[in-house]
């Protein structure tokens, strides 16, 4: 596999031939597909938010012009983009943009400040960032416009407003360093061709790391996550009637492609943005647009389990909810759920790559107690004791993994890889792991980032 950015740890060839002739990895670029799905679904709705529809050929009109117009600011291929932005279309708009320049985008939560965002962008070389002005009471240009100020690598700012709001900072402005700002929405431009790009390249980068440490770049290509999604879209059985409600952050794995954003428009479905997976924010839009499937944190779903039981709205078309990460407390769902409630479906992710989830058909006792198995049959999972020797099943050990959708390494990290990553490949997840019989794995003392 060839990679644009230096810095990046390739697949060995045999598994990527390995990967081609299983048909997980097919040579196209997520905005290449976001393309063919227009074709597919133009007139179909593929994102809401409020009051704002995108049919699939608005959604990638947008993503052209907005291309087009990112080009016109002096974006080019290869550079890399700092996005921070909240679950609104823009975020999939300037996602796919950036990728249809050639850019790479780095998925940055909301949630960051100066200290992760500058060492994102340090890391990176970023040359652009995408955030809000403010965002619930913080100044993300302002933060922006101090790491520009103190590095060489930052040089455009890319602002997104609230419909109806202006920018406190105004249009085209330039500041003292050098760093250009633009009101995100003026990158409305005349659509350009195509570029032809390979998709063993970079997609974007996910961000890892645990709260008390900076944040590792973690590189997806557009042919393992276009599998990953794929495959979890098919695991779930989503179809064109599906509605994906996009609850917790976009940027997330699993939110953005577990199936989440991805996989619902790979299979002609429609994604739901909204702020808070919290149920008031949440059950309305449910019952509003008919939604079938989400993700939430544990947390979350017993506040949703607790909810749905006394709900006054109409649910009923929720047949999946995803629950990322930790165990469930067996007391939070043990009580008999109200009739049409949704079934569960555990998720155990990393931005690094594995991800395994019970399936829908699996027992209670399995959703409850594990964490299901591997996406793909690829997947090759060991569990290992302190001398790295494979433990018997029902015996816990450090989880290791490789596979088609599972990195070879972080960005720009070889100290971090010599540690985190086998000789022969192997990503040592950070947790302990124990394979029940029916060969479903059960998760405990997980580090790093999750979903």
């Given at each position: 596999?060839?990679?644009?950015?230096?810095?990046?740890?390739?697949?060995?060839?045999?598994?990527?031939?390995?990967?081609?002739?299983?048909?997980?990895?097919?040579?196209?670029?997520?905005d290449n597909l976001l393309r063919d799905w227009a074709l597919q679904y133009g007139p179909r709705t593929a994102l809401v938010h409020g009051a704002t529809r995108l049919t699939y050929a608005g959604l990638n009109r947008r993503v052209d012009r907005t291309a087009a117009?990112?080009?016109?600011?002096?974006?080019?291929?290869?550079?890399?983009?700092?996005?921070?932005?909240?679950?609104?279309?823009?975020?999939?708009?300037?996602?796919?943009?950036?990728?249809?320049?050639?850019?790479?985008?780095?998925?940055?939560?909301?949630?960051?400040?100066a200290a992760e965002v500058s060492h994102v962008v340090r890391v990176t070389e970023a040359v652009g960032y995408v955030g809000p002005s403010t965002y619930r009471g913080f100044d993300h240009t302002a933060m922006a416009a101090d790491i520009a100020a103190r590095g060489?690598?930052?040089?455009?700012?890319?602002?997104?407003?609230?419909?109806?709001?202006?920018?406190?900072y105004g249009g085209f402005t330039t500041d003292p360093s050098g760093c250009h700002y633009f009101p995100l929405g003026s990158l409305d431009s005349p659509p350009e061709p195509a570029l032809a790009r390979s998709a063993d390249q970079v997609a974007f980068f996910l961000?890892?790391?645990?709260?008390?440490?900076?944040?590792?770049?973690?590189?997806?290509?557009?042919?393992?996550?276009?599998?990953?999604?794929?495959?979890?879209?098919?695991?779930?059985?989503?179809?064109?009637?599906?509605?994906?409600?996009?609850?917790?952050?976009?940027?997330?794995?699993?939110?953005?492609?577990?199936?989440?954003?991805?996989?619902?428009?790979?299979?002609?479905?429609?994604?739901?943005?909204?702020?808070?997976?919290?149920?008031?924010?949440?059950?309305?839009?449910?019952?509003?647009?008919?939604?079938?499937?989400?993700?939430?944190?544990?947390?979350?779903?017993?506040?949703?389990?607790?909810?749905?039981?006394?709900?006054?709205?109409?649910?009923?078309?929720?047949?999946?909810?995803?629950?990322?990460?930790?165990?469930?407390?067996?007391?939070?769902?043990?009580?008999?759920?109200?009739?049409?409630?949704?079934?569960?479906?555990?998720?155990?992710?990393?931005?690094?790559?594995?991800?395994?989830?019970?399936?829908?058909?699996?027992?209670?006792?399995?959703?409850?107690?594990?964490?299901?198995?591997?996406?793909?049959?690829?997947?090759?999972?060991?569990?290992?004791?302190?001398?790295?020797?494979?433990?018997?099943?029902?015996?816990?050990?450090?989880?290791?993994?490789?596979?088609?959708?599972?990195?070879?390494?972080?960005?720009?990290?070889?100290?971090?890889?010599?540690?985190?990553?086998?000789?022969?490949?192997?990503?040592?997840?950070?947790?302990?792991?124990?394979?029940?019989?029916?060969?479903?794995?059960?998760?405990?003392?997980?580090?790093?980032?999750?979903?």
């Amino acid at each position: 596999m060839s990679s644009v950015l230096k810095g990046c740890t390739p697949w060995p060839e045999e598994f990527v031939d390995r990967y081609w002739a299983a048909g997980h990895w097919r040579g196209h670029t997520l905005d290449n597909l976001l393309r063919d799905w227009a074709l597919q679904y133009g007139p179909r709705t593929a994102l809401v938010h409020g009051a704002t529809r995108l049919t699939y050929a608005g959604l990638n009109r947008r993503v052209d012009r907005t291309a087009a117009g990112l080009r016109l600011r002096g974006l080019r291929p290869g550079q890399r983009v700092v996005v921070q932005l909240p679950n609104v279309p823009e975020f999939v708009v300037t996602v796919f943009a950036l990728m249809r320049v050639g850019a790479v985008p780095v998925f940055c939560p909301l949630s960051h400040r100066a200290a992760e965002v500058s060492h994102v962008v340090r890391v990176t070389e970023a040359v652009g960032y995408v955030g809000p002005s403010t965002y619930r009471g913080f100044d993300h240009t302002a933060m922006a416009a101090d790491i520009a100020a103190r590095g060489p690598f930052l040089r455009r700012v890319f602002t997104y407003e609230e419909p109806g709001t202006s920018s406190p900072y105004g249009g085209f402005t330039t500041d003292p360093s050098g760093c250009h700002y633009f009101p995100l929405g003026s990158l409305d431009s005349p659509p350009e061709p195509a570029l032809a790009r390979s998709a063993d390249q970079v997609a974007f980068f996910l961000l890892s790391g645990g709260a008390t440490e900076a944040p590792r770049l973690v590189p997806r290509t557009h042919n393992d996550y276009a599998y990953q999604a794929r495959a979890a879209a098919e695991l779930v059985s989503l179809t064109e009637d599906d509605v994906y409600l996009a609850a917790l952050p976009a940027e997330a794995n699993l939110t953005f492609g577990c199936p989440g954003i991805v996989g619902t428009l790979s299979a002609g479905g429609t994604v739901v943005l909204v702020r808070s997976p919290e149920p008031a924010d949440c059950l309305p839009v449910v019952e509003q647009e008919g939604v079938t499937l989400t993700s939430v944190a544990p947390a979350a779903a017993r506040r949703w389990l607790d909810a749905l039981a006394a709900a006054r709205t109409d649910v009923s078309s929720l047949r999946l909810v995803q629950i990322g990460d930790e165990p469930l407390e067996r007391e939070s769902t043990e009580p008999p759920a109200p009739a049409g409630s949704p079934r569960l479906q555990r998720v155990f992710g990393m931005a690094e790559g594995l991800i395994t989830l019970t399936r829908p058909t699996d027992p209670d006792e399995s959703v409850l107690t594990t964490q299901g198995r591997p996406l793909s049959s690829d997947d090759q999972v060991r569990i290992v004791d302190a001398d790295g020797e494979d433990v018997p099943d029902g015996e816990p050990g450090e989880l290791l993994v490789r596979g088609p959708y599972t990195v070879r390494g972080y960005y720009r990290a070889p100290e971090h890889n010599a540690r985190s990553f086998t000789a022969d490949g192997y990503f040592r997840t950070g947790g302990r792991a124990r394979r029940t019989p029916d060969g479903n794995l059960v998760v405990t003392g997980r580090a790093g980032s999750g979903t």
